[in-house]
């Protein structure tokens, strides 16, 4: 047997050392043998195996007679005067070498070999560099070997592991943790309806393991995502508890809509979550994902008409076979805004509305009296005078410095060889950033998942899950929230010194939000899969799939508004009066009920079989889905008493009394397949398709045929790199083209239909109103998109050095547009109906570079991530602009009219020689001339290049692992994205709304000729690029430090594996532009910020 | 095993038959075959209609757009259009909405309605389904027609005449003048009128339908309009005669002025009061918020948000003094006080036409119970609570609105709606507008009559004799700024009169109330507010430079807005 084979037989086989065979007696007569006929026949009849090498033994000859004989006695007989000789390994080896070889007596190295959790791993192979010899490591990971010298190196190399090459030095124990390798070509990839091999998948898919999202300890799954997967764009713009969730784009922005506000929506990825589409993908618990891939090109043609904006798939863990694991972590962060804006303070808020009020009175030379007094100013910033002259720092007032998120997980895991389960428990805890606001977000997440051998061909199994939340605000929307703490103005009391509340801005003061009531929001859904699936008896490689899905979502959300009440200081009396705030002025409840049910079955077909070189798989199915949601609600006012807040304890008069209700649902009939043709795991074909009908469209005009291709090339497995290139490991080329389509779309655009409102008063009572919906466009149709994708993949040294690069293209056409911009408002249509009109052409790349290696103790892994997309609208129904500048033709999706601003006004000869607007005045913004026609008007906006949408995404992650310790450090980062933000511009205004400090910082004032930043209540002509900001950053996005427990202690503690660590999301952050707030945001700063998280945690397994 | 195939079988086969799951029937919508068909729809379809003409209880009034309150709104919103003026390119941004702008770009709104109209039109001419008002309806909606067109014009200028509904693609608007519309508009009403009843009475069920009388006072509008010299650049006298015709054929009917003029406007709707012609009626399901808009913060209101729909010392100064006489001579455009008045700078509010105590609350003003402080001291560290020094949304002019606000007995509060009616036509327009009429036709004594009676239900003494000409004009066009002050009427009255260009040039005034806190007593000074700029372009708005895009140079621009 050669050594190859036996090493890696004995990977394979039990290795468990029995006493030592040579006791074992034989009888033998041989002659004029070769050695290694010798060597068979004590093989075959001990259990003992030989290492050599043939080159050592072929061409020697041997006689042998032995009788009752040892294997030492016949192999001393055997080997005499061939200048061979043998020696005794553990494990039932000899190995048989050169005697000078063998001879050289070294020292003995014992060890323990680990995998990345501290578990003893068996079966490694040890062998001494530049020799045949070597061990393997037996079931508790311990070995031993005899070796030369100090300057011996030792290999240790396992399936599914990095191997490792260790330099012995004075050491006699050598004990070493194994790092596992991810990209292991082993690795299987989900895609849609199946599974297929990393190393022969020709689409262009990426994958993330649930362990890697573990990583972050942000509550929401989605942002865990964001940098992690090449071509997925994350972008969290909010970070209120349970309201969270980002965007997600899947190579940019693909696909325009007529309102701006839908535009994430319409490029919104279809998200599968264990073969159905579901919602509350950000809430899964993290602790129960296997994996999650996305399919980025042609591959996603195989979901048709909802996939051109790509398909997220997650897949969540089974059970395994083995003992029951228990897998309990518990963690516990605090967290906080990433970044509050300075807001001015009185005296500069009074100083810069001054200015502007004095702006607005034409600037007089005298006889001007201030709003605020000099005096006034001086009290501001003395804070003499706190009730009449205070200065509010809202944000100090409103926000904590942190709040409390708590996250518990406990999973059993397990199973026989007929039934493997998983039973997972999750529960999750976050406060509001608010002193005064009932804001909080509860979760707990349940599954089980049973999976079944009935028969020896039919499988069965359920995956039975929920996702209860419990969600509880302020009725007051959370960007009025926002607006009444940063622009609410210093000059304001927040709350006497004598603890009593004052009105605030508007009187809607923020820290009175604990007494107007709630708006509590319970869902409690029902996700249920059954599943079945049976091998075809007769037919090698044939199987049945179905599965049959229902999925019911309860909401329940329950709107309490209260009066309220704030003091507000008479300035005649003296006294602080009690006022009733301008909400509700009695007890008032909204009760709202939703029910969204899916229902969802599919069947397929699955053939897969390998003969000789070729393998062949195949699948067709069909999958029928209907979704249906329906809603109820009831109002009333004038309670009794706000003790108790059920509906029946409201006003039972007619007029305290409302609700309303309306439903609608959704159909879907499609059929599937795909097929698959691999020559020796080197020319690799596959076809797939979705023939999709959806309800969307008018009879006859509901299929739809997506079809999509892809080739693979592993130049890798050819002859001549295998022969020549020994570092190449893996190199493939692909390509792929396909058809996908975008059907979001408003149902029954192809009826004329009427719908209930714009009601009337007649006399002294309501009459109903019916009014005209968009009118019908008969011949509506899907959306498609057509993408092409270029990839090449590798691996090198040893797996030491991975690369991807993938260059990708996308021409949408059919988009739904309303011709609105060319059809004049004379003709009276309310709204338009949308028609396939719209073109865009997106392309882009990603490239992912890796670096895996140890370095004595340290194993580590850093991987690069670059994507790039790139939109421009190809056609669009556009408004013959003036100037071809301002076309939104050839532009990104979204991209902004700006005036293009050159400073401002700073001198008196400035301001005279340069065409401006009528009211801009020293101090203003100045806007340059584009079309040089001597005005300035709308003719000179130009056409922005970028949105806040990213053009260029990054992420750069990096693992170590030194002995019991790992770390995980993840960079992300953007760029080509800008924001303009109208909140920022807004300075002195009469409105009475505080400014950020930025804004006010280096202002033009009279006293400021040379100032940068445009005047208090600068003249707005419109948006100018003065304002519009890069939002470049990067920021430290995750960062885990981890400490395992050694073996030693946990198995004292009768514990698998104890992890403790400490994790951080957000942690930090450099943008280049907007350094006032936090430059994910998108739009005005009133929002709730995103958060930093700061978490320590425990993971015991048992 | 064999079972397991046979389960499959039946599985698959059940699922391969139910092909009727894309057939489903939209749950939340009505289509067009059965709106037609079924008379309640009509109606519903019908009154949805008469949402076409704004009303003025928007958060930003028509006022704001003119010298009756001072306007501070910031940014390009809404009223904001003389701190920041409008222009062709952000006209639709500053008033195209009913939260922002009161409709004051008019035009998207308009011609939407005007299809819908001419839908229900077309309708109703093709069914032959029958149902007993359906002459009514179509005579009613005639009438919208003509209101909207109304609406268009005196905003505008001449529009294009659009009598049907065109489908995409059909036809190429061009603006037909400002007589052909006017035309247009007789024409529907002339249609319109033989199928109407008469009138409703103001507690009647339907009040708040068009009427008869509803055509008349709109045909008295309009015609009044194009007879000034805006419209009616050669002054023809015939269109004047038209106008006085139209006024008149109003004044035999049995209206009569409610006899309090405060009350007048803050009756609920469905209350009795026979001066109104047409109104748009509130429920408290379906009501206005004015009160919460306008009022000071005191009551928790926004006082015209950001304290902007004060009532401003121009209009204040307008008003007569109880003796009959104005307070104040304008003479080449220097204010001095009229000698003859009486009027006493330390008492500005004493004597005043009675008008003025029931449209505007000032200084020591009793408003529902309270006294009303807008005082700050001479050394300017107390004031009072409802000066603008203890609040932003207290109006700076220290005036604020009282016209519609209501009495004692109603709750001031954010929770509740109003149902006081937007009023489109009272008796006492159709006074003055016969009034205008007879003054341009020369019979200055008619007019002096019908002035008078409006002033005499306000406690105020008739137009002596010896006022006439130029001085009579003045009188008459100041009795419409007082007596329709915040009904929307000012906006057009200083544009069709060609007035503008003196009147909406001054800058916006307010009065500080100085006191001395030692003795109590207080002076008055005016205080500059707002500088203003009106050119001659403003006399007509502009249409959107986005809409004559779109119609690729058929539409012309009004004059100056190119």
Redesign the interface.
């Known amino acids: 047997m050669k050594l190859t084979t036996i090493l890696l037989l004995l990977t394979f086989l039990n290795v468990t050392a029995n006493s030592f065979s040579q006791n074992s007696r034989l009888t033998l007569a041989l002659k004029n043998v070769s050695i290694q006929d010798v060597l068979d026949v004590l093989e075959n009849s001990t259990d003992l195996k030989f290492l050599y090498r043939n080159e050592t033994i072929s061409d020697k000859k041997i006689s042998i007679n032995a009788s009752n004989a040892s294997v030492e006695e016949i192999l001393d007989e055997a080997l005499v005067g061939t200048g061979i000789s043998y020696k005794l390994l553990s494990n039932n080896l000899i190995v048989i070498a050169q005697e000078e070889f063998l001879e050289k007596q070294g020292i003995k190295i014992s060890g323990n070999v680990t995998d990345a959790d501290g578990m003893p791993l068996p079966g490694v192979n040890i062998l001494l560099k530049g020799t045949m010899e070597g061990t393997v490591t037996d079931v508790d990971g311990n070995f031993s070997i005899d070796v030369p010298s100090q300057e011996a190196i030792l290999v240790f190399s396992s399936v599914g592991y990095i191997s490792e090459e260790i330099s012995i030095g004075a050491r006699e124990v050598i004990n070493i943790s194994m790092v596992p390798d991810v990209t292991a070509l082993e690795e299987i990839i989900v895609v849609g309806y199946g599974e297929q091999k990393k190393e022969t998948l020709t689409g262009s898919v990426v994958n993330v393991s649930g362990k890697e999202i573990k990583k972050s300890p942000s509550s929401n799954l989605i942002s865990s995502l964001a940098g992690k997967l090449p071509g997925l764009s994350v972008n969290q713009r909010s970070g209120e508890p349970g309201r969270d969730d980002p965007s997600i784009l899947i190579r940019g922005v693909g696909t325009f809509v007529s309102d701006p506000a839908d535009l994430a929506e319409a490029n919104a990825p279809l998200i599968i979550v264990d073969g159905v589409p579901r919602s509350q993908m950000s809430r899964l618990n993290p602790d129960d994902i296997e994996s999650i891939s996305v399919l980025k090109d042609a591959s996603a043609a195989i979901y048709g008409a909802r996939a051109a904006n790509g398909v997220i798939l997650i897949t969540t863990k089974k059970g395994i076979i083995g003992k029951p694991v228990f897998d309990f972590a518990y963690n516990y962060a605090v967290h906080s805004p990433t970044k509050i804006p300075d807001m001015l303070d009185a005296a500069t808020f009074a100083e810069v509305y001054n200015e502007g009020d004095w702006y607005?009175?034409?600037r007089p030379v005298d006889n001007y009296?201030p709003f605020y007094?000099d005096?006034?100013v001086q009290k501001y910033r003395d804070g003499s005078d706190p009730v009449l002259y205070p200065n509010t720092d809202w944000m100090k007032e409103v926000l904590k410095p942190y709040s409390i998120q708590r996250r518990m997980s406990l999973q059993v895991n397990g199973g026989t060889e007929f039934v493997k389960y998983l039973f997972s428990f999750g529960s999750l805890f976050q406060d509001g950033n608010y002193y005064h606001n009932p804001t909080d977000y509860r979760q707990y997440n349940m599954r089980s998942k049973i999976d079944i051998d009935i028969?020896k061909?039919?499988t069965v199994g359920v995956n039975l899950y929920t996702i209860l939340n419990n969600r509880t605000y302020s009725p007051v929307v959370t960007w009025v929230n926002f607006y009444n703490i940063l622009h609410s103005n210093p000059t304001l009391v927040a709350q006497y010194p004598n603890g009593l509340t004052a009105p605030g801005r508007?009187?809607e003061n923020p820290l009175l939000l604990d007494q107007r009531g709630t708006d509590k929001i319970e869902d409690t859904p029902i996700y249920s899969t059954f599943t079945a699936s049976?091998k075809i008896?007769f037919i090698t490689g044939l199987k049945?799939d179905?599965s049959f899905n229902y999925d019911i979502s309860n909401q329940f959300e329950k709107r309490f508004s209260l009066p309220y009440y704030y003091y507000e200081y008479?300035?005649?009396t003296g006294e602080y009066e009690r006022?009733?705030?301008?909400?509700?002025?009695?007890v008032?409840l909204w009760d709202t009920y939703r029910k969204w049910t899916t229902m969802m079955?599919n069947?397929k077909i699955v053939y897969d079989r390998t003969y000789n070189n070729h393998h062949v798989s195949a699948m067709l199915g069909?999958e029928?889905?209907?979704n249906s949601y329906q809603f109820a609600e009831a109002y009333r006012?004038n309670f009794v008493s706000s003790a108790i807040d059920q509906i029946d304890v409201g006003s039972t008069d007619p007029?305290d009394k409302?609700n309303s209700g309306?439903?609608?649902?959704?159909?879907?009939?499609n059929y599937f397949g795909r097929f698959n043709y691999g020559f020796s795991s080197k020319y690799l074909f596959e076809f797939l398709f979705r023939y999709d009908?959806?309800?969307i469209f008018p009879e006859g005009k509901?299929y739809g045929f997506f079809p999509g291709f892809s080739v693979g090339w592993r130049l890798s497995e050819e002859e001549f790199i295998r022969n020549n290139l020994l570092f190449v490991n893996q190199l493939k080329l692909r390509f792929s083209h396909g058809q996908t389509g975008n059907d979001r779309v408003d149902?029954?655009q192809y009826?004329?239909?009427?719908?209930?409102?714009?009601?009337?008063?007649?006399?002294?009572?309501?009459?109903?109103?019916?009014?005209?919906?968009t009118i019908p466009n008969s011949n509506i149709t899907w959306e498609t998109s057509k993408k092409t994708d270029i990839g090449l993949e590798a691996s090198l040294w040893n797996r030491k050095l991975g690369m991807e690069l993938t260059l990708w293209q996308e021409k949408r056409s059919n988009i739904l547009a309303q011709?609105n911009?060319?059809?004049?408002?004379?003709?009276?249509?309310?709204s338009l109906p949308s028609e396939n009109i719209g073109k865009v052409d997106n392309n882009g790349y990603e490239l992912v570079l890796n670096h895996r290696n140890t370095a004595g103790k340290l194993a580590y892994f850093i991987e690069a991530t670059v994507s790039f997309a790139r939109n421009k609208i190809v056609f669009m129904d556009e408004?013959?602009?003036?100037e071809p500048y301002q076309n939104q033709t050839g532009h990104p999706i979204g991209a902004g009219l700006y005036y293009k601003a050159d400073g401002i006004f700073n001198t008196k000869a400035e301001l005279d020689s340069f065409p401006h607007p009528?009211?801009s005045r020293l101090g203003d913004i100045k806007i340059i001339d584009l079309n040089g026609d001597e005005k300035i008007?709308?003719q000179d906006q130009f056409r922005f290049d970028y949105t806040a949408t990213p053009e260029y995404i990054f992420g750069l992650n990096m693992n170590l692992q030194y002995r019991y310790f790992d770390l995980s450090i993840f960079l992300q980062g953007q760029t080509n994205a800008y924001n303009y933000d109208n909140a920022f511009v807004?300075l002195g205004?009469?409105?009475?709304d505080n400014a950020v400090v930025e804004r006010a910082n280096d202002r033009w004032t009279v006293d400021n000729p040379d100032g940068k930043m445009p005047r208090a209540d600068a003249?707005?002509v419109?948006a100018t690029t003065l304002f519009l900001y890069d939002a470049t950053f990067i920021r430290l996005k995750t960062l885990e430090l981890g400490y395992s427990l050694p073996s030693k202690i946990t198995s004292k503690l009768k514990m698998k594996d104890i992890r403790l660590y400490i994790n951080a999301f957000n942690l930090l952050t450099w943008a280049k532009e907007i350094k006032w707030a936090d430059p994910e945001m998108s739009g005005d700063l009133t929002y709730y910020p995103q958060q930093r998280i700061i978490n320590i945690g425990a993971n015991v397994k048992f | 095993m064999k079972n397991i195939l046979v389960i499959t079988a039946i599985v698959l086969s059940f699922i391969s038959c139910n092909d009727d799951i894309l057939d489903i029937t939209a749950k939340d919508r009505i289509a067009d075959d059965a709106v037609w068909n079924d008379e309640n729809l009509i109606r519903a379809y019908h009154n949805s209609l008469y949402n076409a003409i704004p009303h003025g209880f928007y958060i930003h009034m028509f006022s704001k757009f003119t010298d009756e309150a001072y306007n501070s709104a910031p940014g390009n919103w809404g009223a904001g259009i003389f701190v920041y003026p409008y222009t062709a390119d952000n006209i639709t941004e500053v008033g195209n909405g009913d939260y922002w702008g009161g409709y004051l770009y008019y035009w998207n709104r308009g011609y939407e309605y005007i299809r819908k109209v001419n839908v229900f039109l077309e309708q109703m001419a093709e069914t032959p389904f029958s149902f007993d008002d359906k002459e009514q309806l179509i005579g009613e909606a005639k009438f919208l027609r003509a209101f909207i067109y109304f609406n268009l014009i005196e905003r505008f200028g001449g529009v294009p005449i659009v009598a049907q509904s065109y489908e995409l693609g059909e036809v190429t608007f061009t603006r037909n003048t400002f007589d052909e519309c006017v035309e247009f508009i007789e024409k529907d009403l002339d249609e319109a009128m033989p199928v109407l009843p008469e009138k409703y009475a103001s507690a009647d069920a339907n009040f708040g339908r068009a009427t008869q009388d509803a055509c008349k006072a709109l045909l008295s509008r309009v015609l009044l309009y194009a007879a000034s010299p805006l419209f009616n650049t050669s002054n023809d006298i015939n269109k004047w005669q038209k106008a006085a015709d139209a006024a008149a054929a109003l004044l035999s009917s049995d209206y009569s002025l409610y006899p309090d003029y405060r009350e007048a406007f803050i009756l609920p709707s469905g209350s009795e009061n026979n001066e109104l012609i047409f109104t748009r009626n509130f429920t408290t399901t379906n009501g206005h918020q004015a009160p919460m808009h306008n009022l000071n913060r005191r009551y928790g209101a926004y006082g015209g948000w950001w304290g902007s729909n004060g009532p401003t010392q121009n209009l204040v100064d307008d008003y007569d003094m109880i003796n009959g006489e104005p307070p104040f001579i304008y003479a080449d455009g220097v204010k001095t006080i009229n000698p003859a008045s009486g009027y006493d700078p330390d008492h500005p509010w004493a004597n005043r036409d009675p008008r003025f105590e029931a449209t505007i609350t000032h200084d020591s003003t009793i408003y529902h119970g309270d006294l009303m402080e807008m005082w700050i001291a001479s050394n300017g560290a107390t004031w009072g609570f409802d000066s603008y020094k203890q609040s932003g949304d207290n109006p700076r002019t220290n005036y604020v609105l009282k016209k519609f606000m209501p009495n004692e007995d109603v709750a001031l509060s954010w929770q509740d709606f109003y149902t006081n009616p937007w009023i489109y036509f009272r008796l006492a327009e159709i006074y003055l507008n016969y009034a205008e009429a007879m003054f341009e036709l020369g019979e200055e004594g008619i007019c002096r009559e019908y002035i008078s009676k409006v002033r005499e239900r306000a406690g105020m003494p008739p137009i002596p004799a010896n006022v006439t000409g130029e001085d009579l004009r003045k009188r008459l066009y100041n009795e419409r700024r007082i007596e329709l002050a915040f009904e929307s009427h000012r906006y057009f009255d200083v544009r069709r009169w060609k007035i503008a260009m003196d009147v909406e040039n001054r800058p916006i005034m307010g009065l500080d109330v100085i006191k001395n806190v030692d003795t109590g007593e207080k002076t008055y000074t005016e205080v500059l507010l707002l500088e203003r700029s009106f050119e001659e372009r403003m006399y007509l708005l502009p249409i959107a430079t986005v809409e004559i895009n779109k119609n690729e140079g058929s539409i012309v621009q009004n004059p100056g807005w190119e």
Do not use: H, M
């Open positions: 607005r009175k034409g009296v007094s005096e006034a028969t061909n039919l508007l009187g049976y008896p049945i179905g008479n300035v005649n006022k009733q705030g301008t909400g509700a002025s009695t008032e079955y069947i069909l029928k889905q209907k006012k007029a409302n309306s439903a609608s649902a959704t159909g879907y009939n009908g959806s309800q509901r149902p029954y009826l004329q239909s009427y719908s209930f409102g714009d009601n009337y008063v007649l006399g002294s009572g309501d009459v109903p109103g019916i009014y005209a919906n011709r911009l060319s059809i004049p408002n004379i003709y009276g249509f309310s408004t013959p602009q003036v009528g009211g008007n709308a807004k205004n009469t409105d009475f003249y707005q419109g």
